[in-house]
């Protein structure tokens, strides 16, 4: 680590105060990401400014609308939280399926989507579910927000102060996870709204994706079948050590096919 | 006494402070005015170093002092060495390229040592390391063992244009070529044994420091050989007098191999800490530790089995070509030949046996022992070459076993070895049984109404362990001793100090060997203490690598002991006035034989410290004894694994269903440890078959696995509930009848893994790691082979 001052927001606008005098200031969350950039000396801020203190960043508030999840709330707390696990299971399943304990037990979902790692889980959900990011300036649909990989639509100096998720008749995610890093080779979260189904990959390209022609099949059709024979172009899908293209794009088809499976349960 | 301690599932006394967080590792020791080092490594893989300027480092805030290869080629440091020679098929010495311990002229590996800066505080020296300007000249690398020896290929030292270290042969080719014409049957495989990182929870660390007062050195390291590393360090790189020099390796979390050589970093730090009168620490981080950690296996073979018409073995052929990596580490010589070729007749009775082994070096990481050392390689070749000999002749591979298995003790084999003892129809007769492979067809079926493979693999492994005898590993060109060094001293009170040169890094010495002791002086664990890992402390020792420390060191403690023993006996003689030849010792005392005459172990030993009523004028006072113990053979741990596995043929996931290992270690001191290290080995063995790869990139030789987010270790999820069981055939020389058990997990586990999954699969073979990846291609080529 470079050497950088610490400091603890108590407030969303002190955190945007220090963010807009610093541009080499960076916001802490869970520090699941970023320490480690920053151990690795692949991140250098200036600052570091601490959101773990401002409470109204933390929560979880649901009806049977909608689920509206502040940003500094843990992966745990999603996990095990009763009205996440009764509006939309699917979501609390994929919580629980990010990293291992202690990365639940301190990432949160604002520092993930602000990370946007093109392996991330809550991408998917966020995408196929429709959901709002809500900052210190506007609000934000999922369909504008993930830009490439490691970029969203957040400005400098903007601030995640919450995610709201509509309640879907029903869904599910299904994770193919690197053996390695446990992070997604291939996640497809499969949400049928009602009046219409959203198939959101994360993995396997640079940023999540929409499969169009899988959710024009299911709208037709809500069955595993629907999707049992599309496939994703192998173009412009991440190939490396652990899986190269085509096994990715063949892994999204089966992905799919899963989570309809997992979803009409 | 009530129970005997031998054979009891004691808990272990260690793990108290281990748990408790109160562990004194190297990074604990803190000295008096300690710098903190880090050090400037190689990013490229092969380079030139064209000039190093360390000016503007040297004005960072807090650094101590920075040295390169020039500094300690000035001061005449000499290269780290290489202890095993050995001798190619044409009688030449290997080739022995220098080692220097900081980079001097050249880069060869990315993580090669080029520089150490020390400063005040760890993230000084690391702030400063970035300021130390070194001009490479990059160069083309080669990484890979089968392309080292190609035309053109870059070259690591000039000393070997071939990049061949040696070309080495064991067995009679000519007898073994005669075999292969007139067999009925040949198999032959070609594979790959993949390269893996040792990852040893605690990473490598040093902390030196020199004392002006008296002139000498301690080192605090992360080891698992004190002894042998201040051996090598004063004798051959430093040239200090080794009374000296004091190396202490505290509480050690893990070793695995990868810290039994020693390390450009110890002696660096040790030689600097002279230079800048102040004690110099270093620990590794995760990163450092991945590229700069010795290596283990990375074999490419092509293996072949001759057979007559029943399916008995005839001979067997085996060529490997084995990666050393970009320079000779401390025993990496020894691993591709002496602890490999010599274990390829495995259990069986094969008559005849030719193994070449050519060693390259690479422009990767050093690679040298790793749990197994040479016996997994070997075993992975026998194992899998049986089972595929059995497939293709359509017997069943318990059955093939059977009939070939070594039957006869002592028994010669035609690479070297002489087993004494074993029993391997036994081990496999009971793992047949506890893995149920009778109701294996109907799981099958189930398995595949399902949509899913299941596979069975049998693996029959045999080890050598506690390598020996001295003389005839020195005769093959070991540069060191094989014995082991025990000091037993029993204080006034009856109460007991045991030195060891056996050094515990996790396999529970001080419970283990507590308990030999025990049993032998009849006097409760709690009055006895292991201590272990200390120059200053031991005599001697050769430490704990190749499962050899209840063997070897186990046996020169109990030499020890009896030693005690015997003089307690004149002692007791003298005290009870009875002839040294009627006195008994049984249960903790000293008795006269046929009388209720007795004495305690503490009322001898108080007389041996307190000596009024004693035979002074032929006995000295005192009761302390040391012994030395150099093995006449090898022991030989077997045993029989069986492994099931499932397959999702849709994404290529496998998963071990069940894991039977059957082994006979010999006599078991502490059932529970022994299954405990059982289960390390195998998941580890599991782990190299399934999960853990290490990748150099071909072009630009960066280690691609070189951290967890891409290295796989395998997890407790990736295991499952291993069904384990014993057979005791004892070990004939020594006196425990013990043979170890901390590698056969790793050893037989691979071939078992592998042997399930190409069953599963319809395939002759998979590359380890066997990821899902590689197992879903498997399935879709053997989908188009069926089709066409
Ligand atoms: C071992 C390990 C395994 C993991 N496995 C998975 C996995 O399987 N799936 C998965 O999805 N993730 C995984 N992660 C990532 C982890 O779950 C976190 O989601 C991720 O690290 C980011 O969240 P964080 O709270 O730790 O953010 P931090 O690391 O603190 O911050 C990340 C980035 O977001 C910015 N940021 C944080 N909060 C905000 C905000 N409110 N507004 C704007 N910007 C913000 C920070 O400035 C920083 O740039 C893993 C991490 C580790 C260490």
Redesign the pocket.
């Known amino acids: 680590m470079y050497s950088f001052s610490y400091q603890k927001a108590k407030t969303v606008a002190d955190a945007a105060k220090v963010l807009a005098k610093d541009g080499d200031a ?11 950039a920053m151990k690795l000396r692949l991140a250098h801020p200036s600052a570091v400014i601490d ?1 773990g203190t401002i409470k109204e960043l933390s929560g979880i508030k649901g009806d049977s609308k909608a689920v509206a999840i502040g ?1 500094m709330t843990r ?1 745990a707390e999603v996990a095990s939280s009763a009205a996440v696990k009764k509006a939309i299971p699917a979501l609390a399943s994929l919580a629980g399926g ?3 304990r202690m ?1 639940r037990n ?3 979902i ?3 989507l ?2 946007n ?1 093109p ?4 991408p998917a959900a966020v995408l196929a579910l429709g959901a709002t990011i809500v900052t210190n300036k506007r609000k934000i649909a999922a369909d504008e927000f993930f830009k490439g990989m490691y970029e969203t639509a ?1 400005q400098k100096g ?3 102060t919450s995610v709201s998720f509509p309640v879907p008749k029903r869904a599910a995610y299904m994770k193919f996870k690197n053996p390695a ?4 080779i291939v996640g497809v979260f499969v949400a049928d709204s009602g009046s219409g189904v959203r198939v959101a990959v994360t993995g396997a390209a640079p940023s999540v994706f929409r499969v169009a022609a899988m959710e024009k099949a299911l709208a037709a059709k809500f069955a595993p079948e629907s999707v049992a024979n599309i496939a994703v172009p192998e173009k412009g899908l991440n190939s490396d050590l652990h899986a190269k293209a085509d096994y990715r794009a063949h892994l999204v088809t089966v992905m799919a096919k899963r989570a309809v499976e997992a979803a009409m349960k | 006494m009530a129970t005997p301690y031998i054979g009891a599932s004691i808990k272990r006394k260690e793990d108290y402070r281990f748990l408790t967080g109160a562990g004194n590792y190297t990074d604990d020791v803190a000295l008096p005015g300690q710098t903190h080092a880090h050090f400037v490594r190689s990013p490229h893989a092969h380079a030139k170093i064209k000039s190093i300027k360390k000016d503007k480092a040297l004005k960072a805030p807090g650094v101590v002092a920075i040295f390169t290869g020039d500094d300690l080629a000035g001061a005449k440091v000499n290269g780290l060495p290489c202890g095993w020679l050995i001798t190619d098929v044409n009688g030449q010495p290997m080739k022995e390229p220098p080692h220097p311990c900081l980079a001097q002229g050249k880069a060869r590996y990315v993580g090669d040592h080029v520089a150490i800066v020390i400063a005040e505080t760890y993230p000084q020296a690391r702030d400063a390391a970035e300021l130390v300007k070194v001009d490479y000249e990059e160069l083309p690398a080669v990484v890979r063992a089968a392309e080292a020896r190609k035309n053109g290929a870059p070259v690591v030292h000039d000393i070997a244009p071939d990049n061949t270290c040696y070309v080495w042969g064991l067995g009679d080719r000519a007898a073994v070529d005669k075999a292969f014409s007139g067999a009925a049957h040949v198999t032959t495989l070609e594979f790959l044994n993949n390269r893996l990182v040792p990852n040893a929870i605690e990473p490598r660390a040093a902390n030196a420091t020199y004392s002006r007062a008296d002139d000498s050195y301690t080192l605090y390291v992360a080891n698992q050989n004190p002894h042998v590393e201040r051996l090598l360090m004063t004798a051959f790189v430093l040239g200090l007098p080794e009374h000296k020099v004091r190396v202490v390796a505290p509480d050690v979390g893990g070793g695995f191999g990868s810290k039994i050589y020693l390390y450009a970093e110890d002696v660096v730090c040790t030689w600097a800490s002279k230079q800048i009168n102040r004690p110099v620490k270093w620990t590794a981080d995760r990163s450092e530790s991945f590229v700069s950690d010795a290596h283990g296996r990375d074999h490419v073979t092509r293996a072949e089995l001759a057979l007559d018409r029943e399916g008995r073995f005839l001979a067997m052929r085996v060529t490997t070509t084995a990666n050393m990596g970009a320079y000779l580490s401390t025993f990496a010589s020894c691993i591709p030949t002496i602890l490999y070729a010599t274990l390829l007749a495995g259990q069986y009775t094969t008559p005849v046996i030719y193994a070449e082994v050519t060693a390259v070096f690479t422009n990767t990481a050093p690679v040298d022992a790793y749990r197994g050392a040479g016996r997994p390689e070997a075993t992975y070749v026998v194992e899998r070459l049986v089972e595929t000999a059995a497939r293709e002749m359509k017997m069943s591979p318990a059955e093939i076993r059977r009939r070939n298995f070594i039957k006869t003790f002592p028994y010669q084999t035609p690479v070297a070895l002489l087993y004494d003892t074993g029993n391997y129809e036994a081990t496999l007769a009971e793992a047949l049984k506890i893995a149920d492979v009778a109701g294996f067809q109907g799981r099958r079926a189930d398995a595949a109404r399902r949509g899913k493979l299941r596979g069975l693999g049998y693996s029959c492994y045999i080890e050598a362990c506690g390598i020996a005898p001295s003389n005839v590993a020195g005769a093959l060109g070991a540069r060191a001793g094989l014995f082991e060094a025990g000091e037993v001293r029993v204080h006034p009170t009856g109460k007991v100090t045991v030195f060891t040169g056996s050094h515990s890094h996790g396999q529970g010495h001080e419970t283990t060997f507590g308990q030999v002791v025990a049993d032998r002086l009849g006097i409760p664990m709690e009055d006895i203490d292991i201590v272990h890992g200390d120059t200053g402390k031991i005599l001697f020792g050769m430490g704990t690598y190749g499962s050899r420390s209840i063997a070897v060191g186990g046996t020169a403690i109990v030499k020890a002991v009896d030693k005690i023993v015997a003089k307690g006996k004149k002692i007791a003689a003298h005290l009870m006035e009875a002839a040294e030849a009627d006195i008994e010792f049984k249960d903790g005392a000293f008795v006269v034989r046929g009388t209720d005459k007795k004495k305690a172990f503490a009322e001898v030993s108080l007389a041996a410290y307190v000596p009024h009523n004693y035979p002074l004028d032929k006995l000295e006072p005192g009761l302390n004894e040391n012994a030395f113990y150099d093995p006449a053979n090898f022991t030989f741990p077997a045993g029989s694994h069986i492994c099931e596995v499932e397959v999702d043929p849709d994404t290529g996931t496998v998963s071990i269903v069940n894991f039977t290992a059957v082994d006979d270690f010999g006599k078991i001191i502490n059932p529970m440890i022994v299954e405990g290290q059982v289960h390390g080995g195998l998941t580890q063995g599991i782990g190299q078959a399934l999960t853990e790869g290490c990748h150099y990139d071909k072009e630009s030789g960066q280690l691609v696995t070189g951290s967890y987010l891409d290295y796989c270790m395998p997890r407790a999820d990736d295991v499952p509930a291993f069904k384990v069981g014993t057979k005791e055939t004892p070990c004939t020389h020594n006196p425990l009848g013990v043979k170890g058990c901390g590698e056969a997990g790793a050893i037989g586990a691979p071939a078992a893994v592998m042997n399930a999954l190409t069953d599963a699969l319809g395939v002759r073979d998979i590359e380890m790691p066997a990821t899902p990846q590689r197992i879903w291609r498997a399935c879709q080529e053997s989908k188009m082979k069926k089709a066409a």
Do not use: C, F, P, W
């Open positions: 960076k916001l802490l969350a869970g520090g699941q990401s970023l320490i480690a959101l940003a992966h990010i990293g291992d990365v301190m990432g949160t604002g520092g993930s602000a990370n790692d392996a991330a889980d809550y957040l903007e601030i995640i890093s446990r992070y997604a």
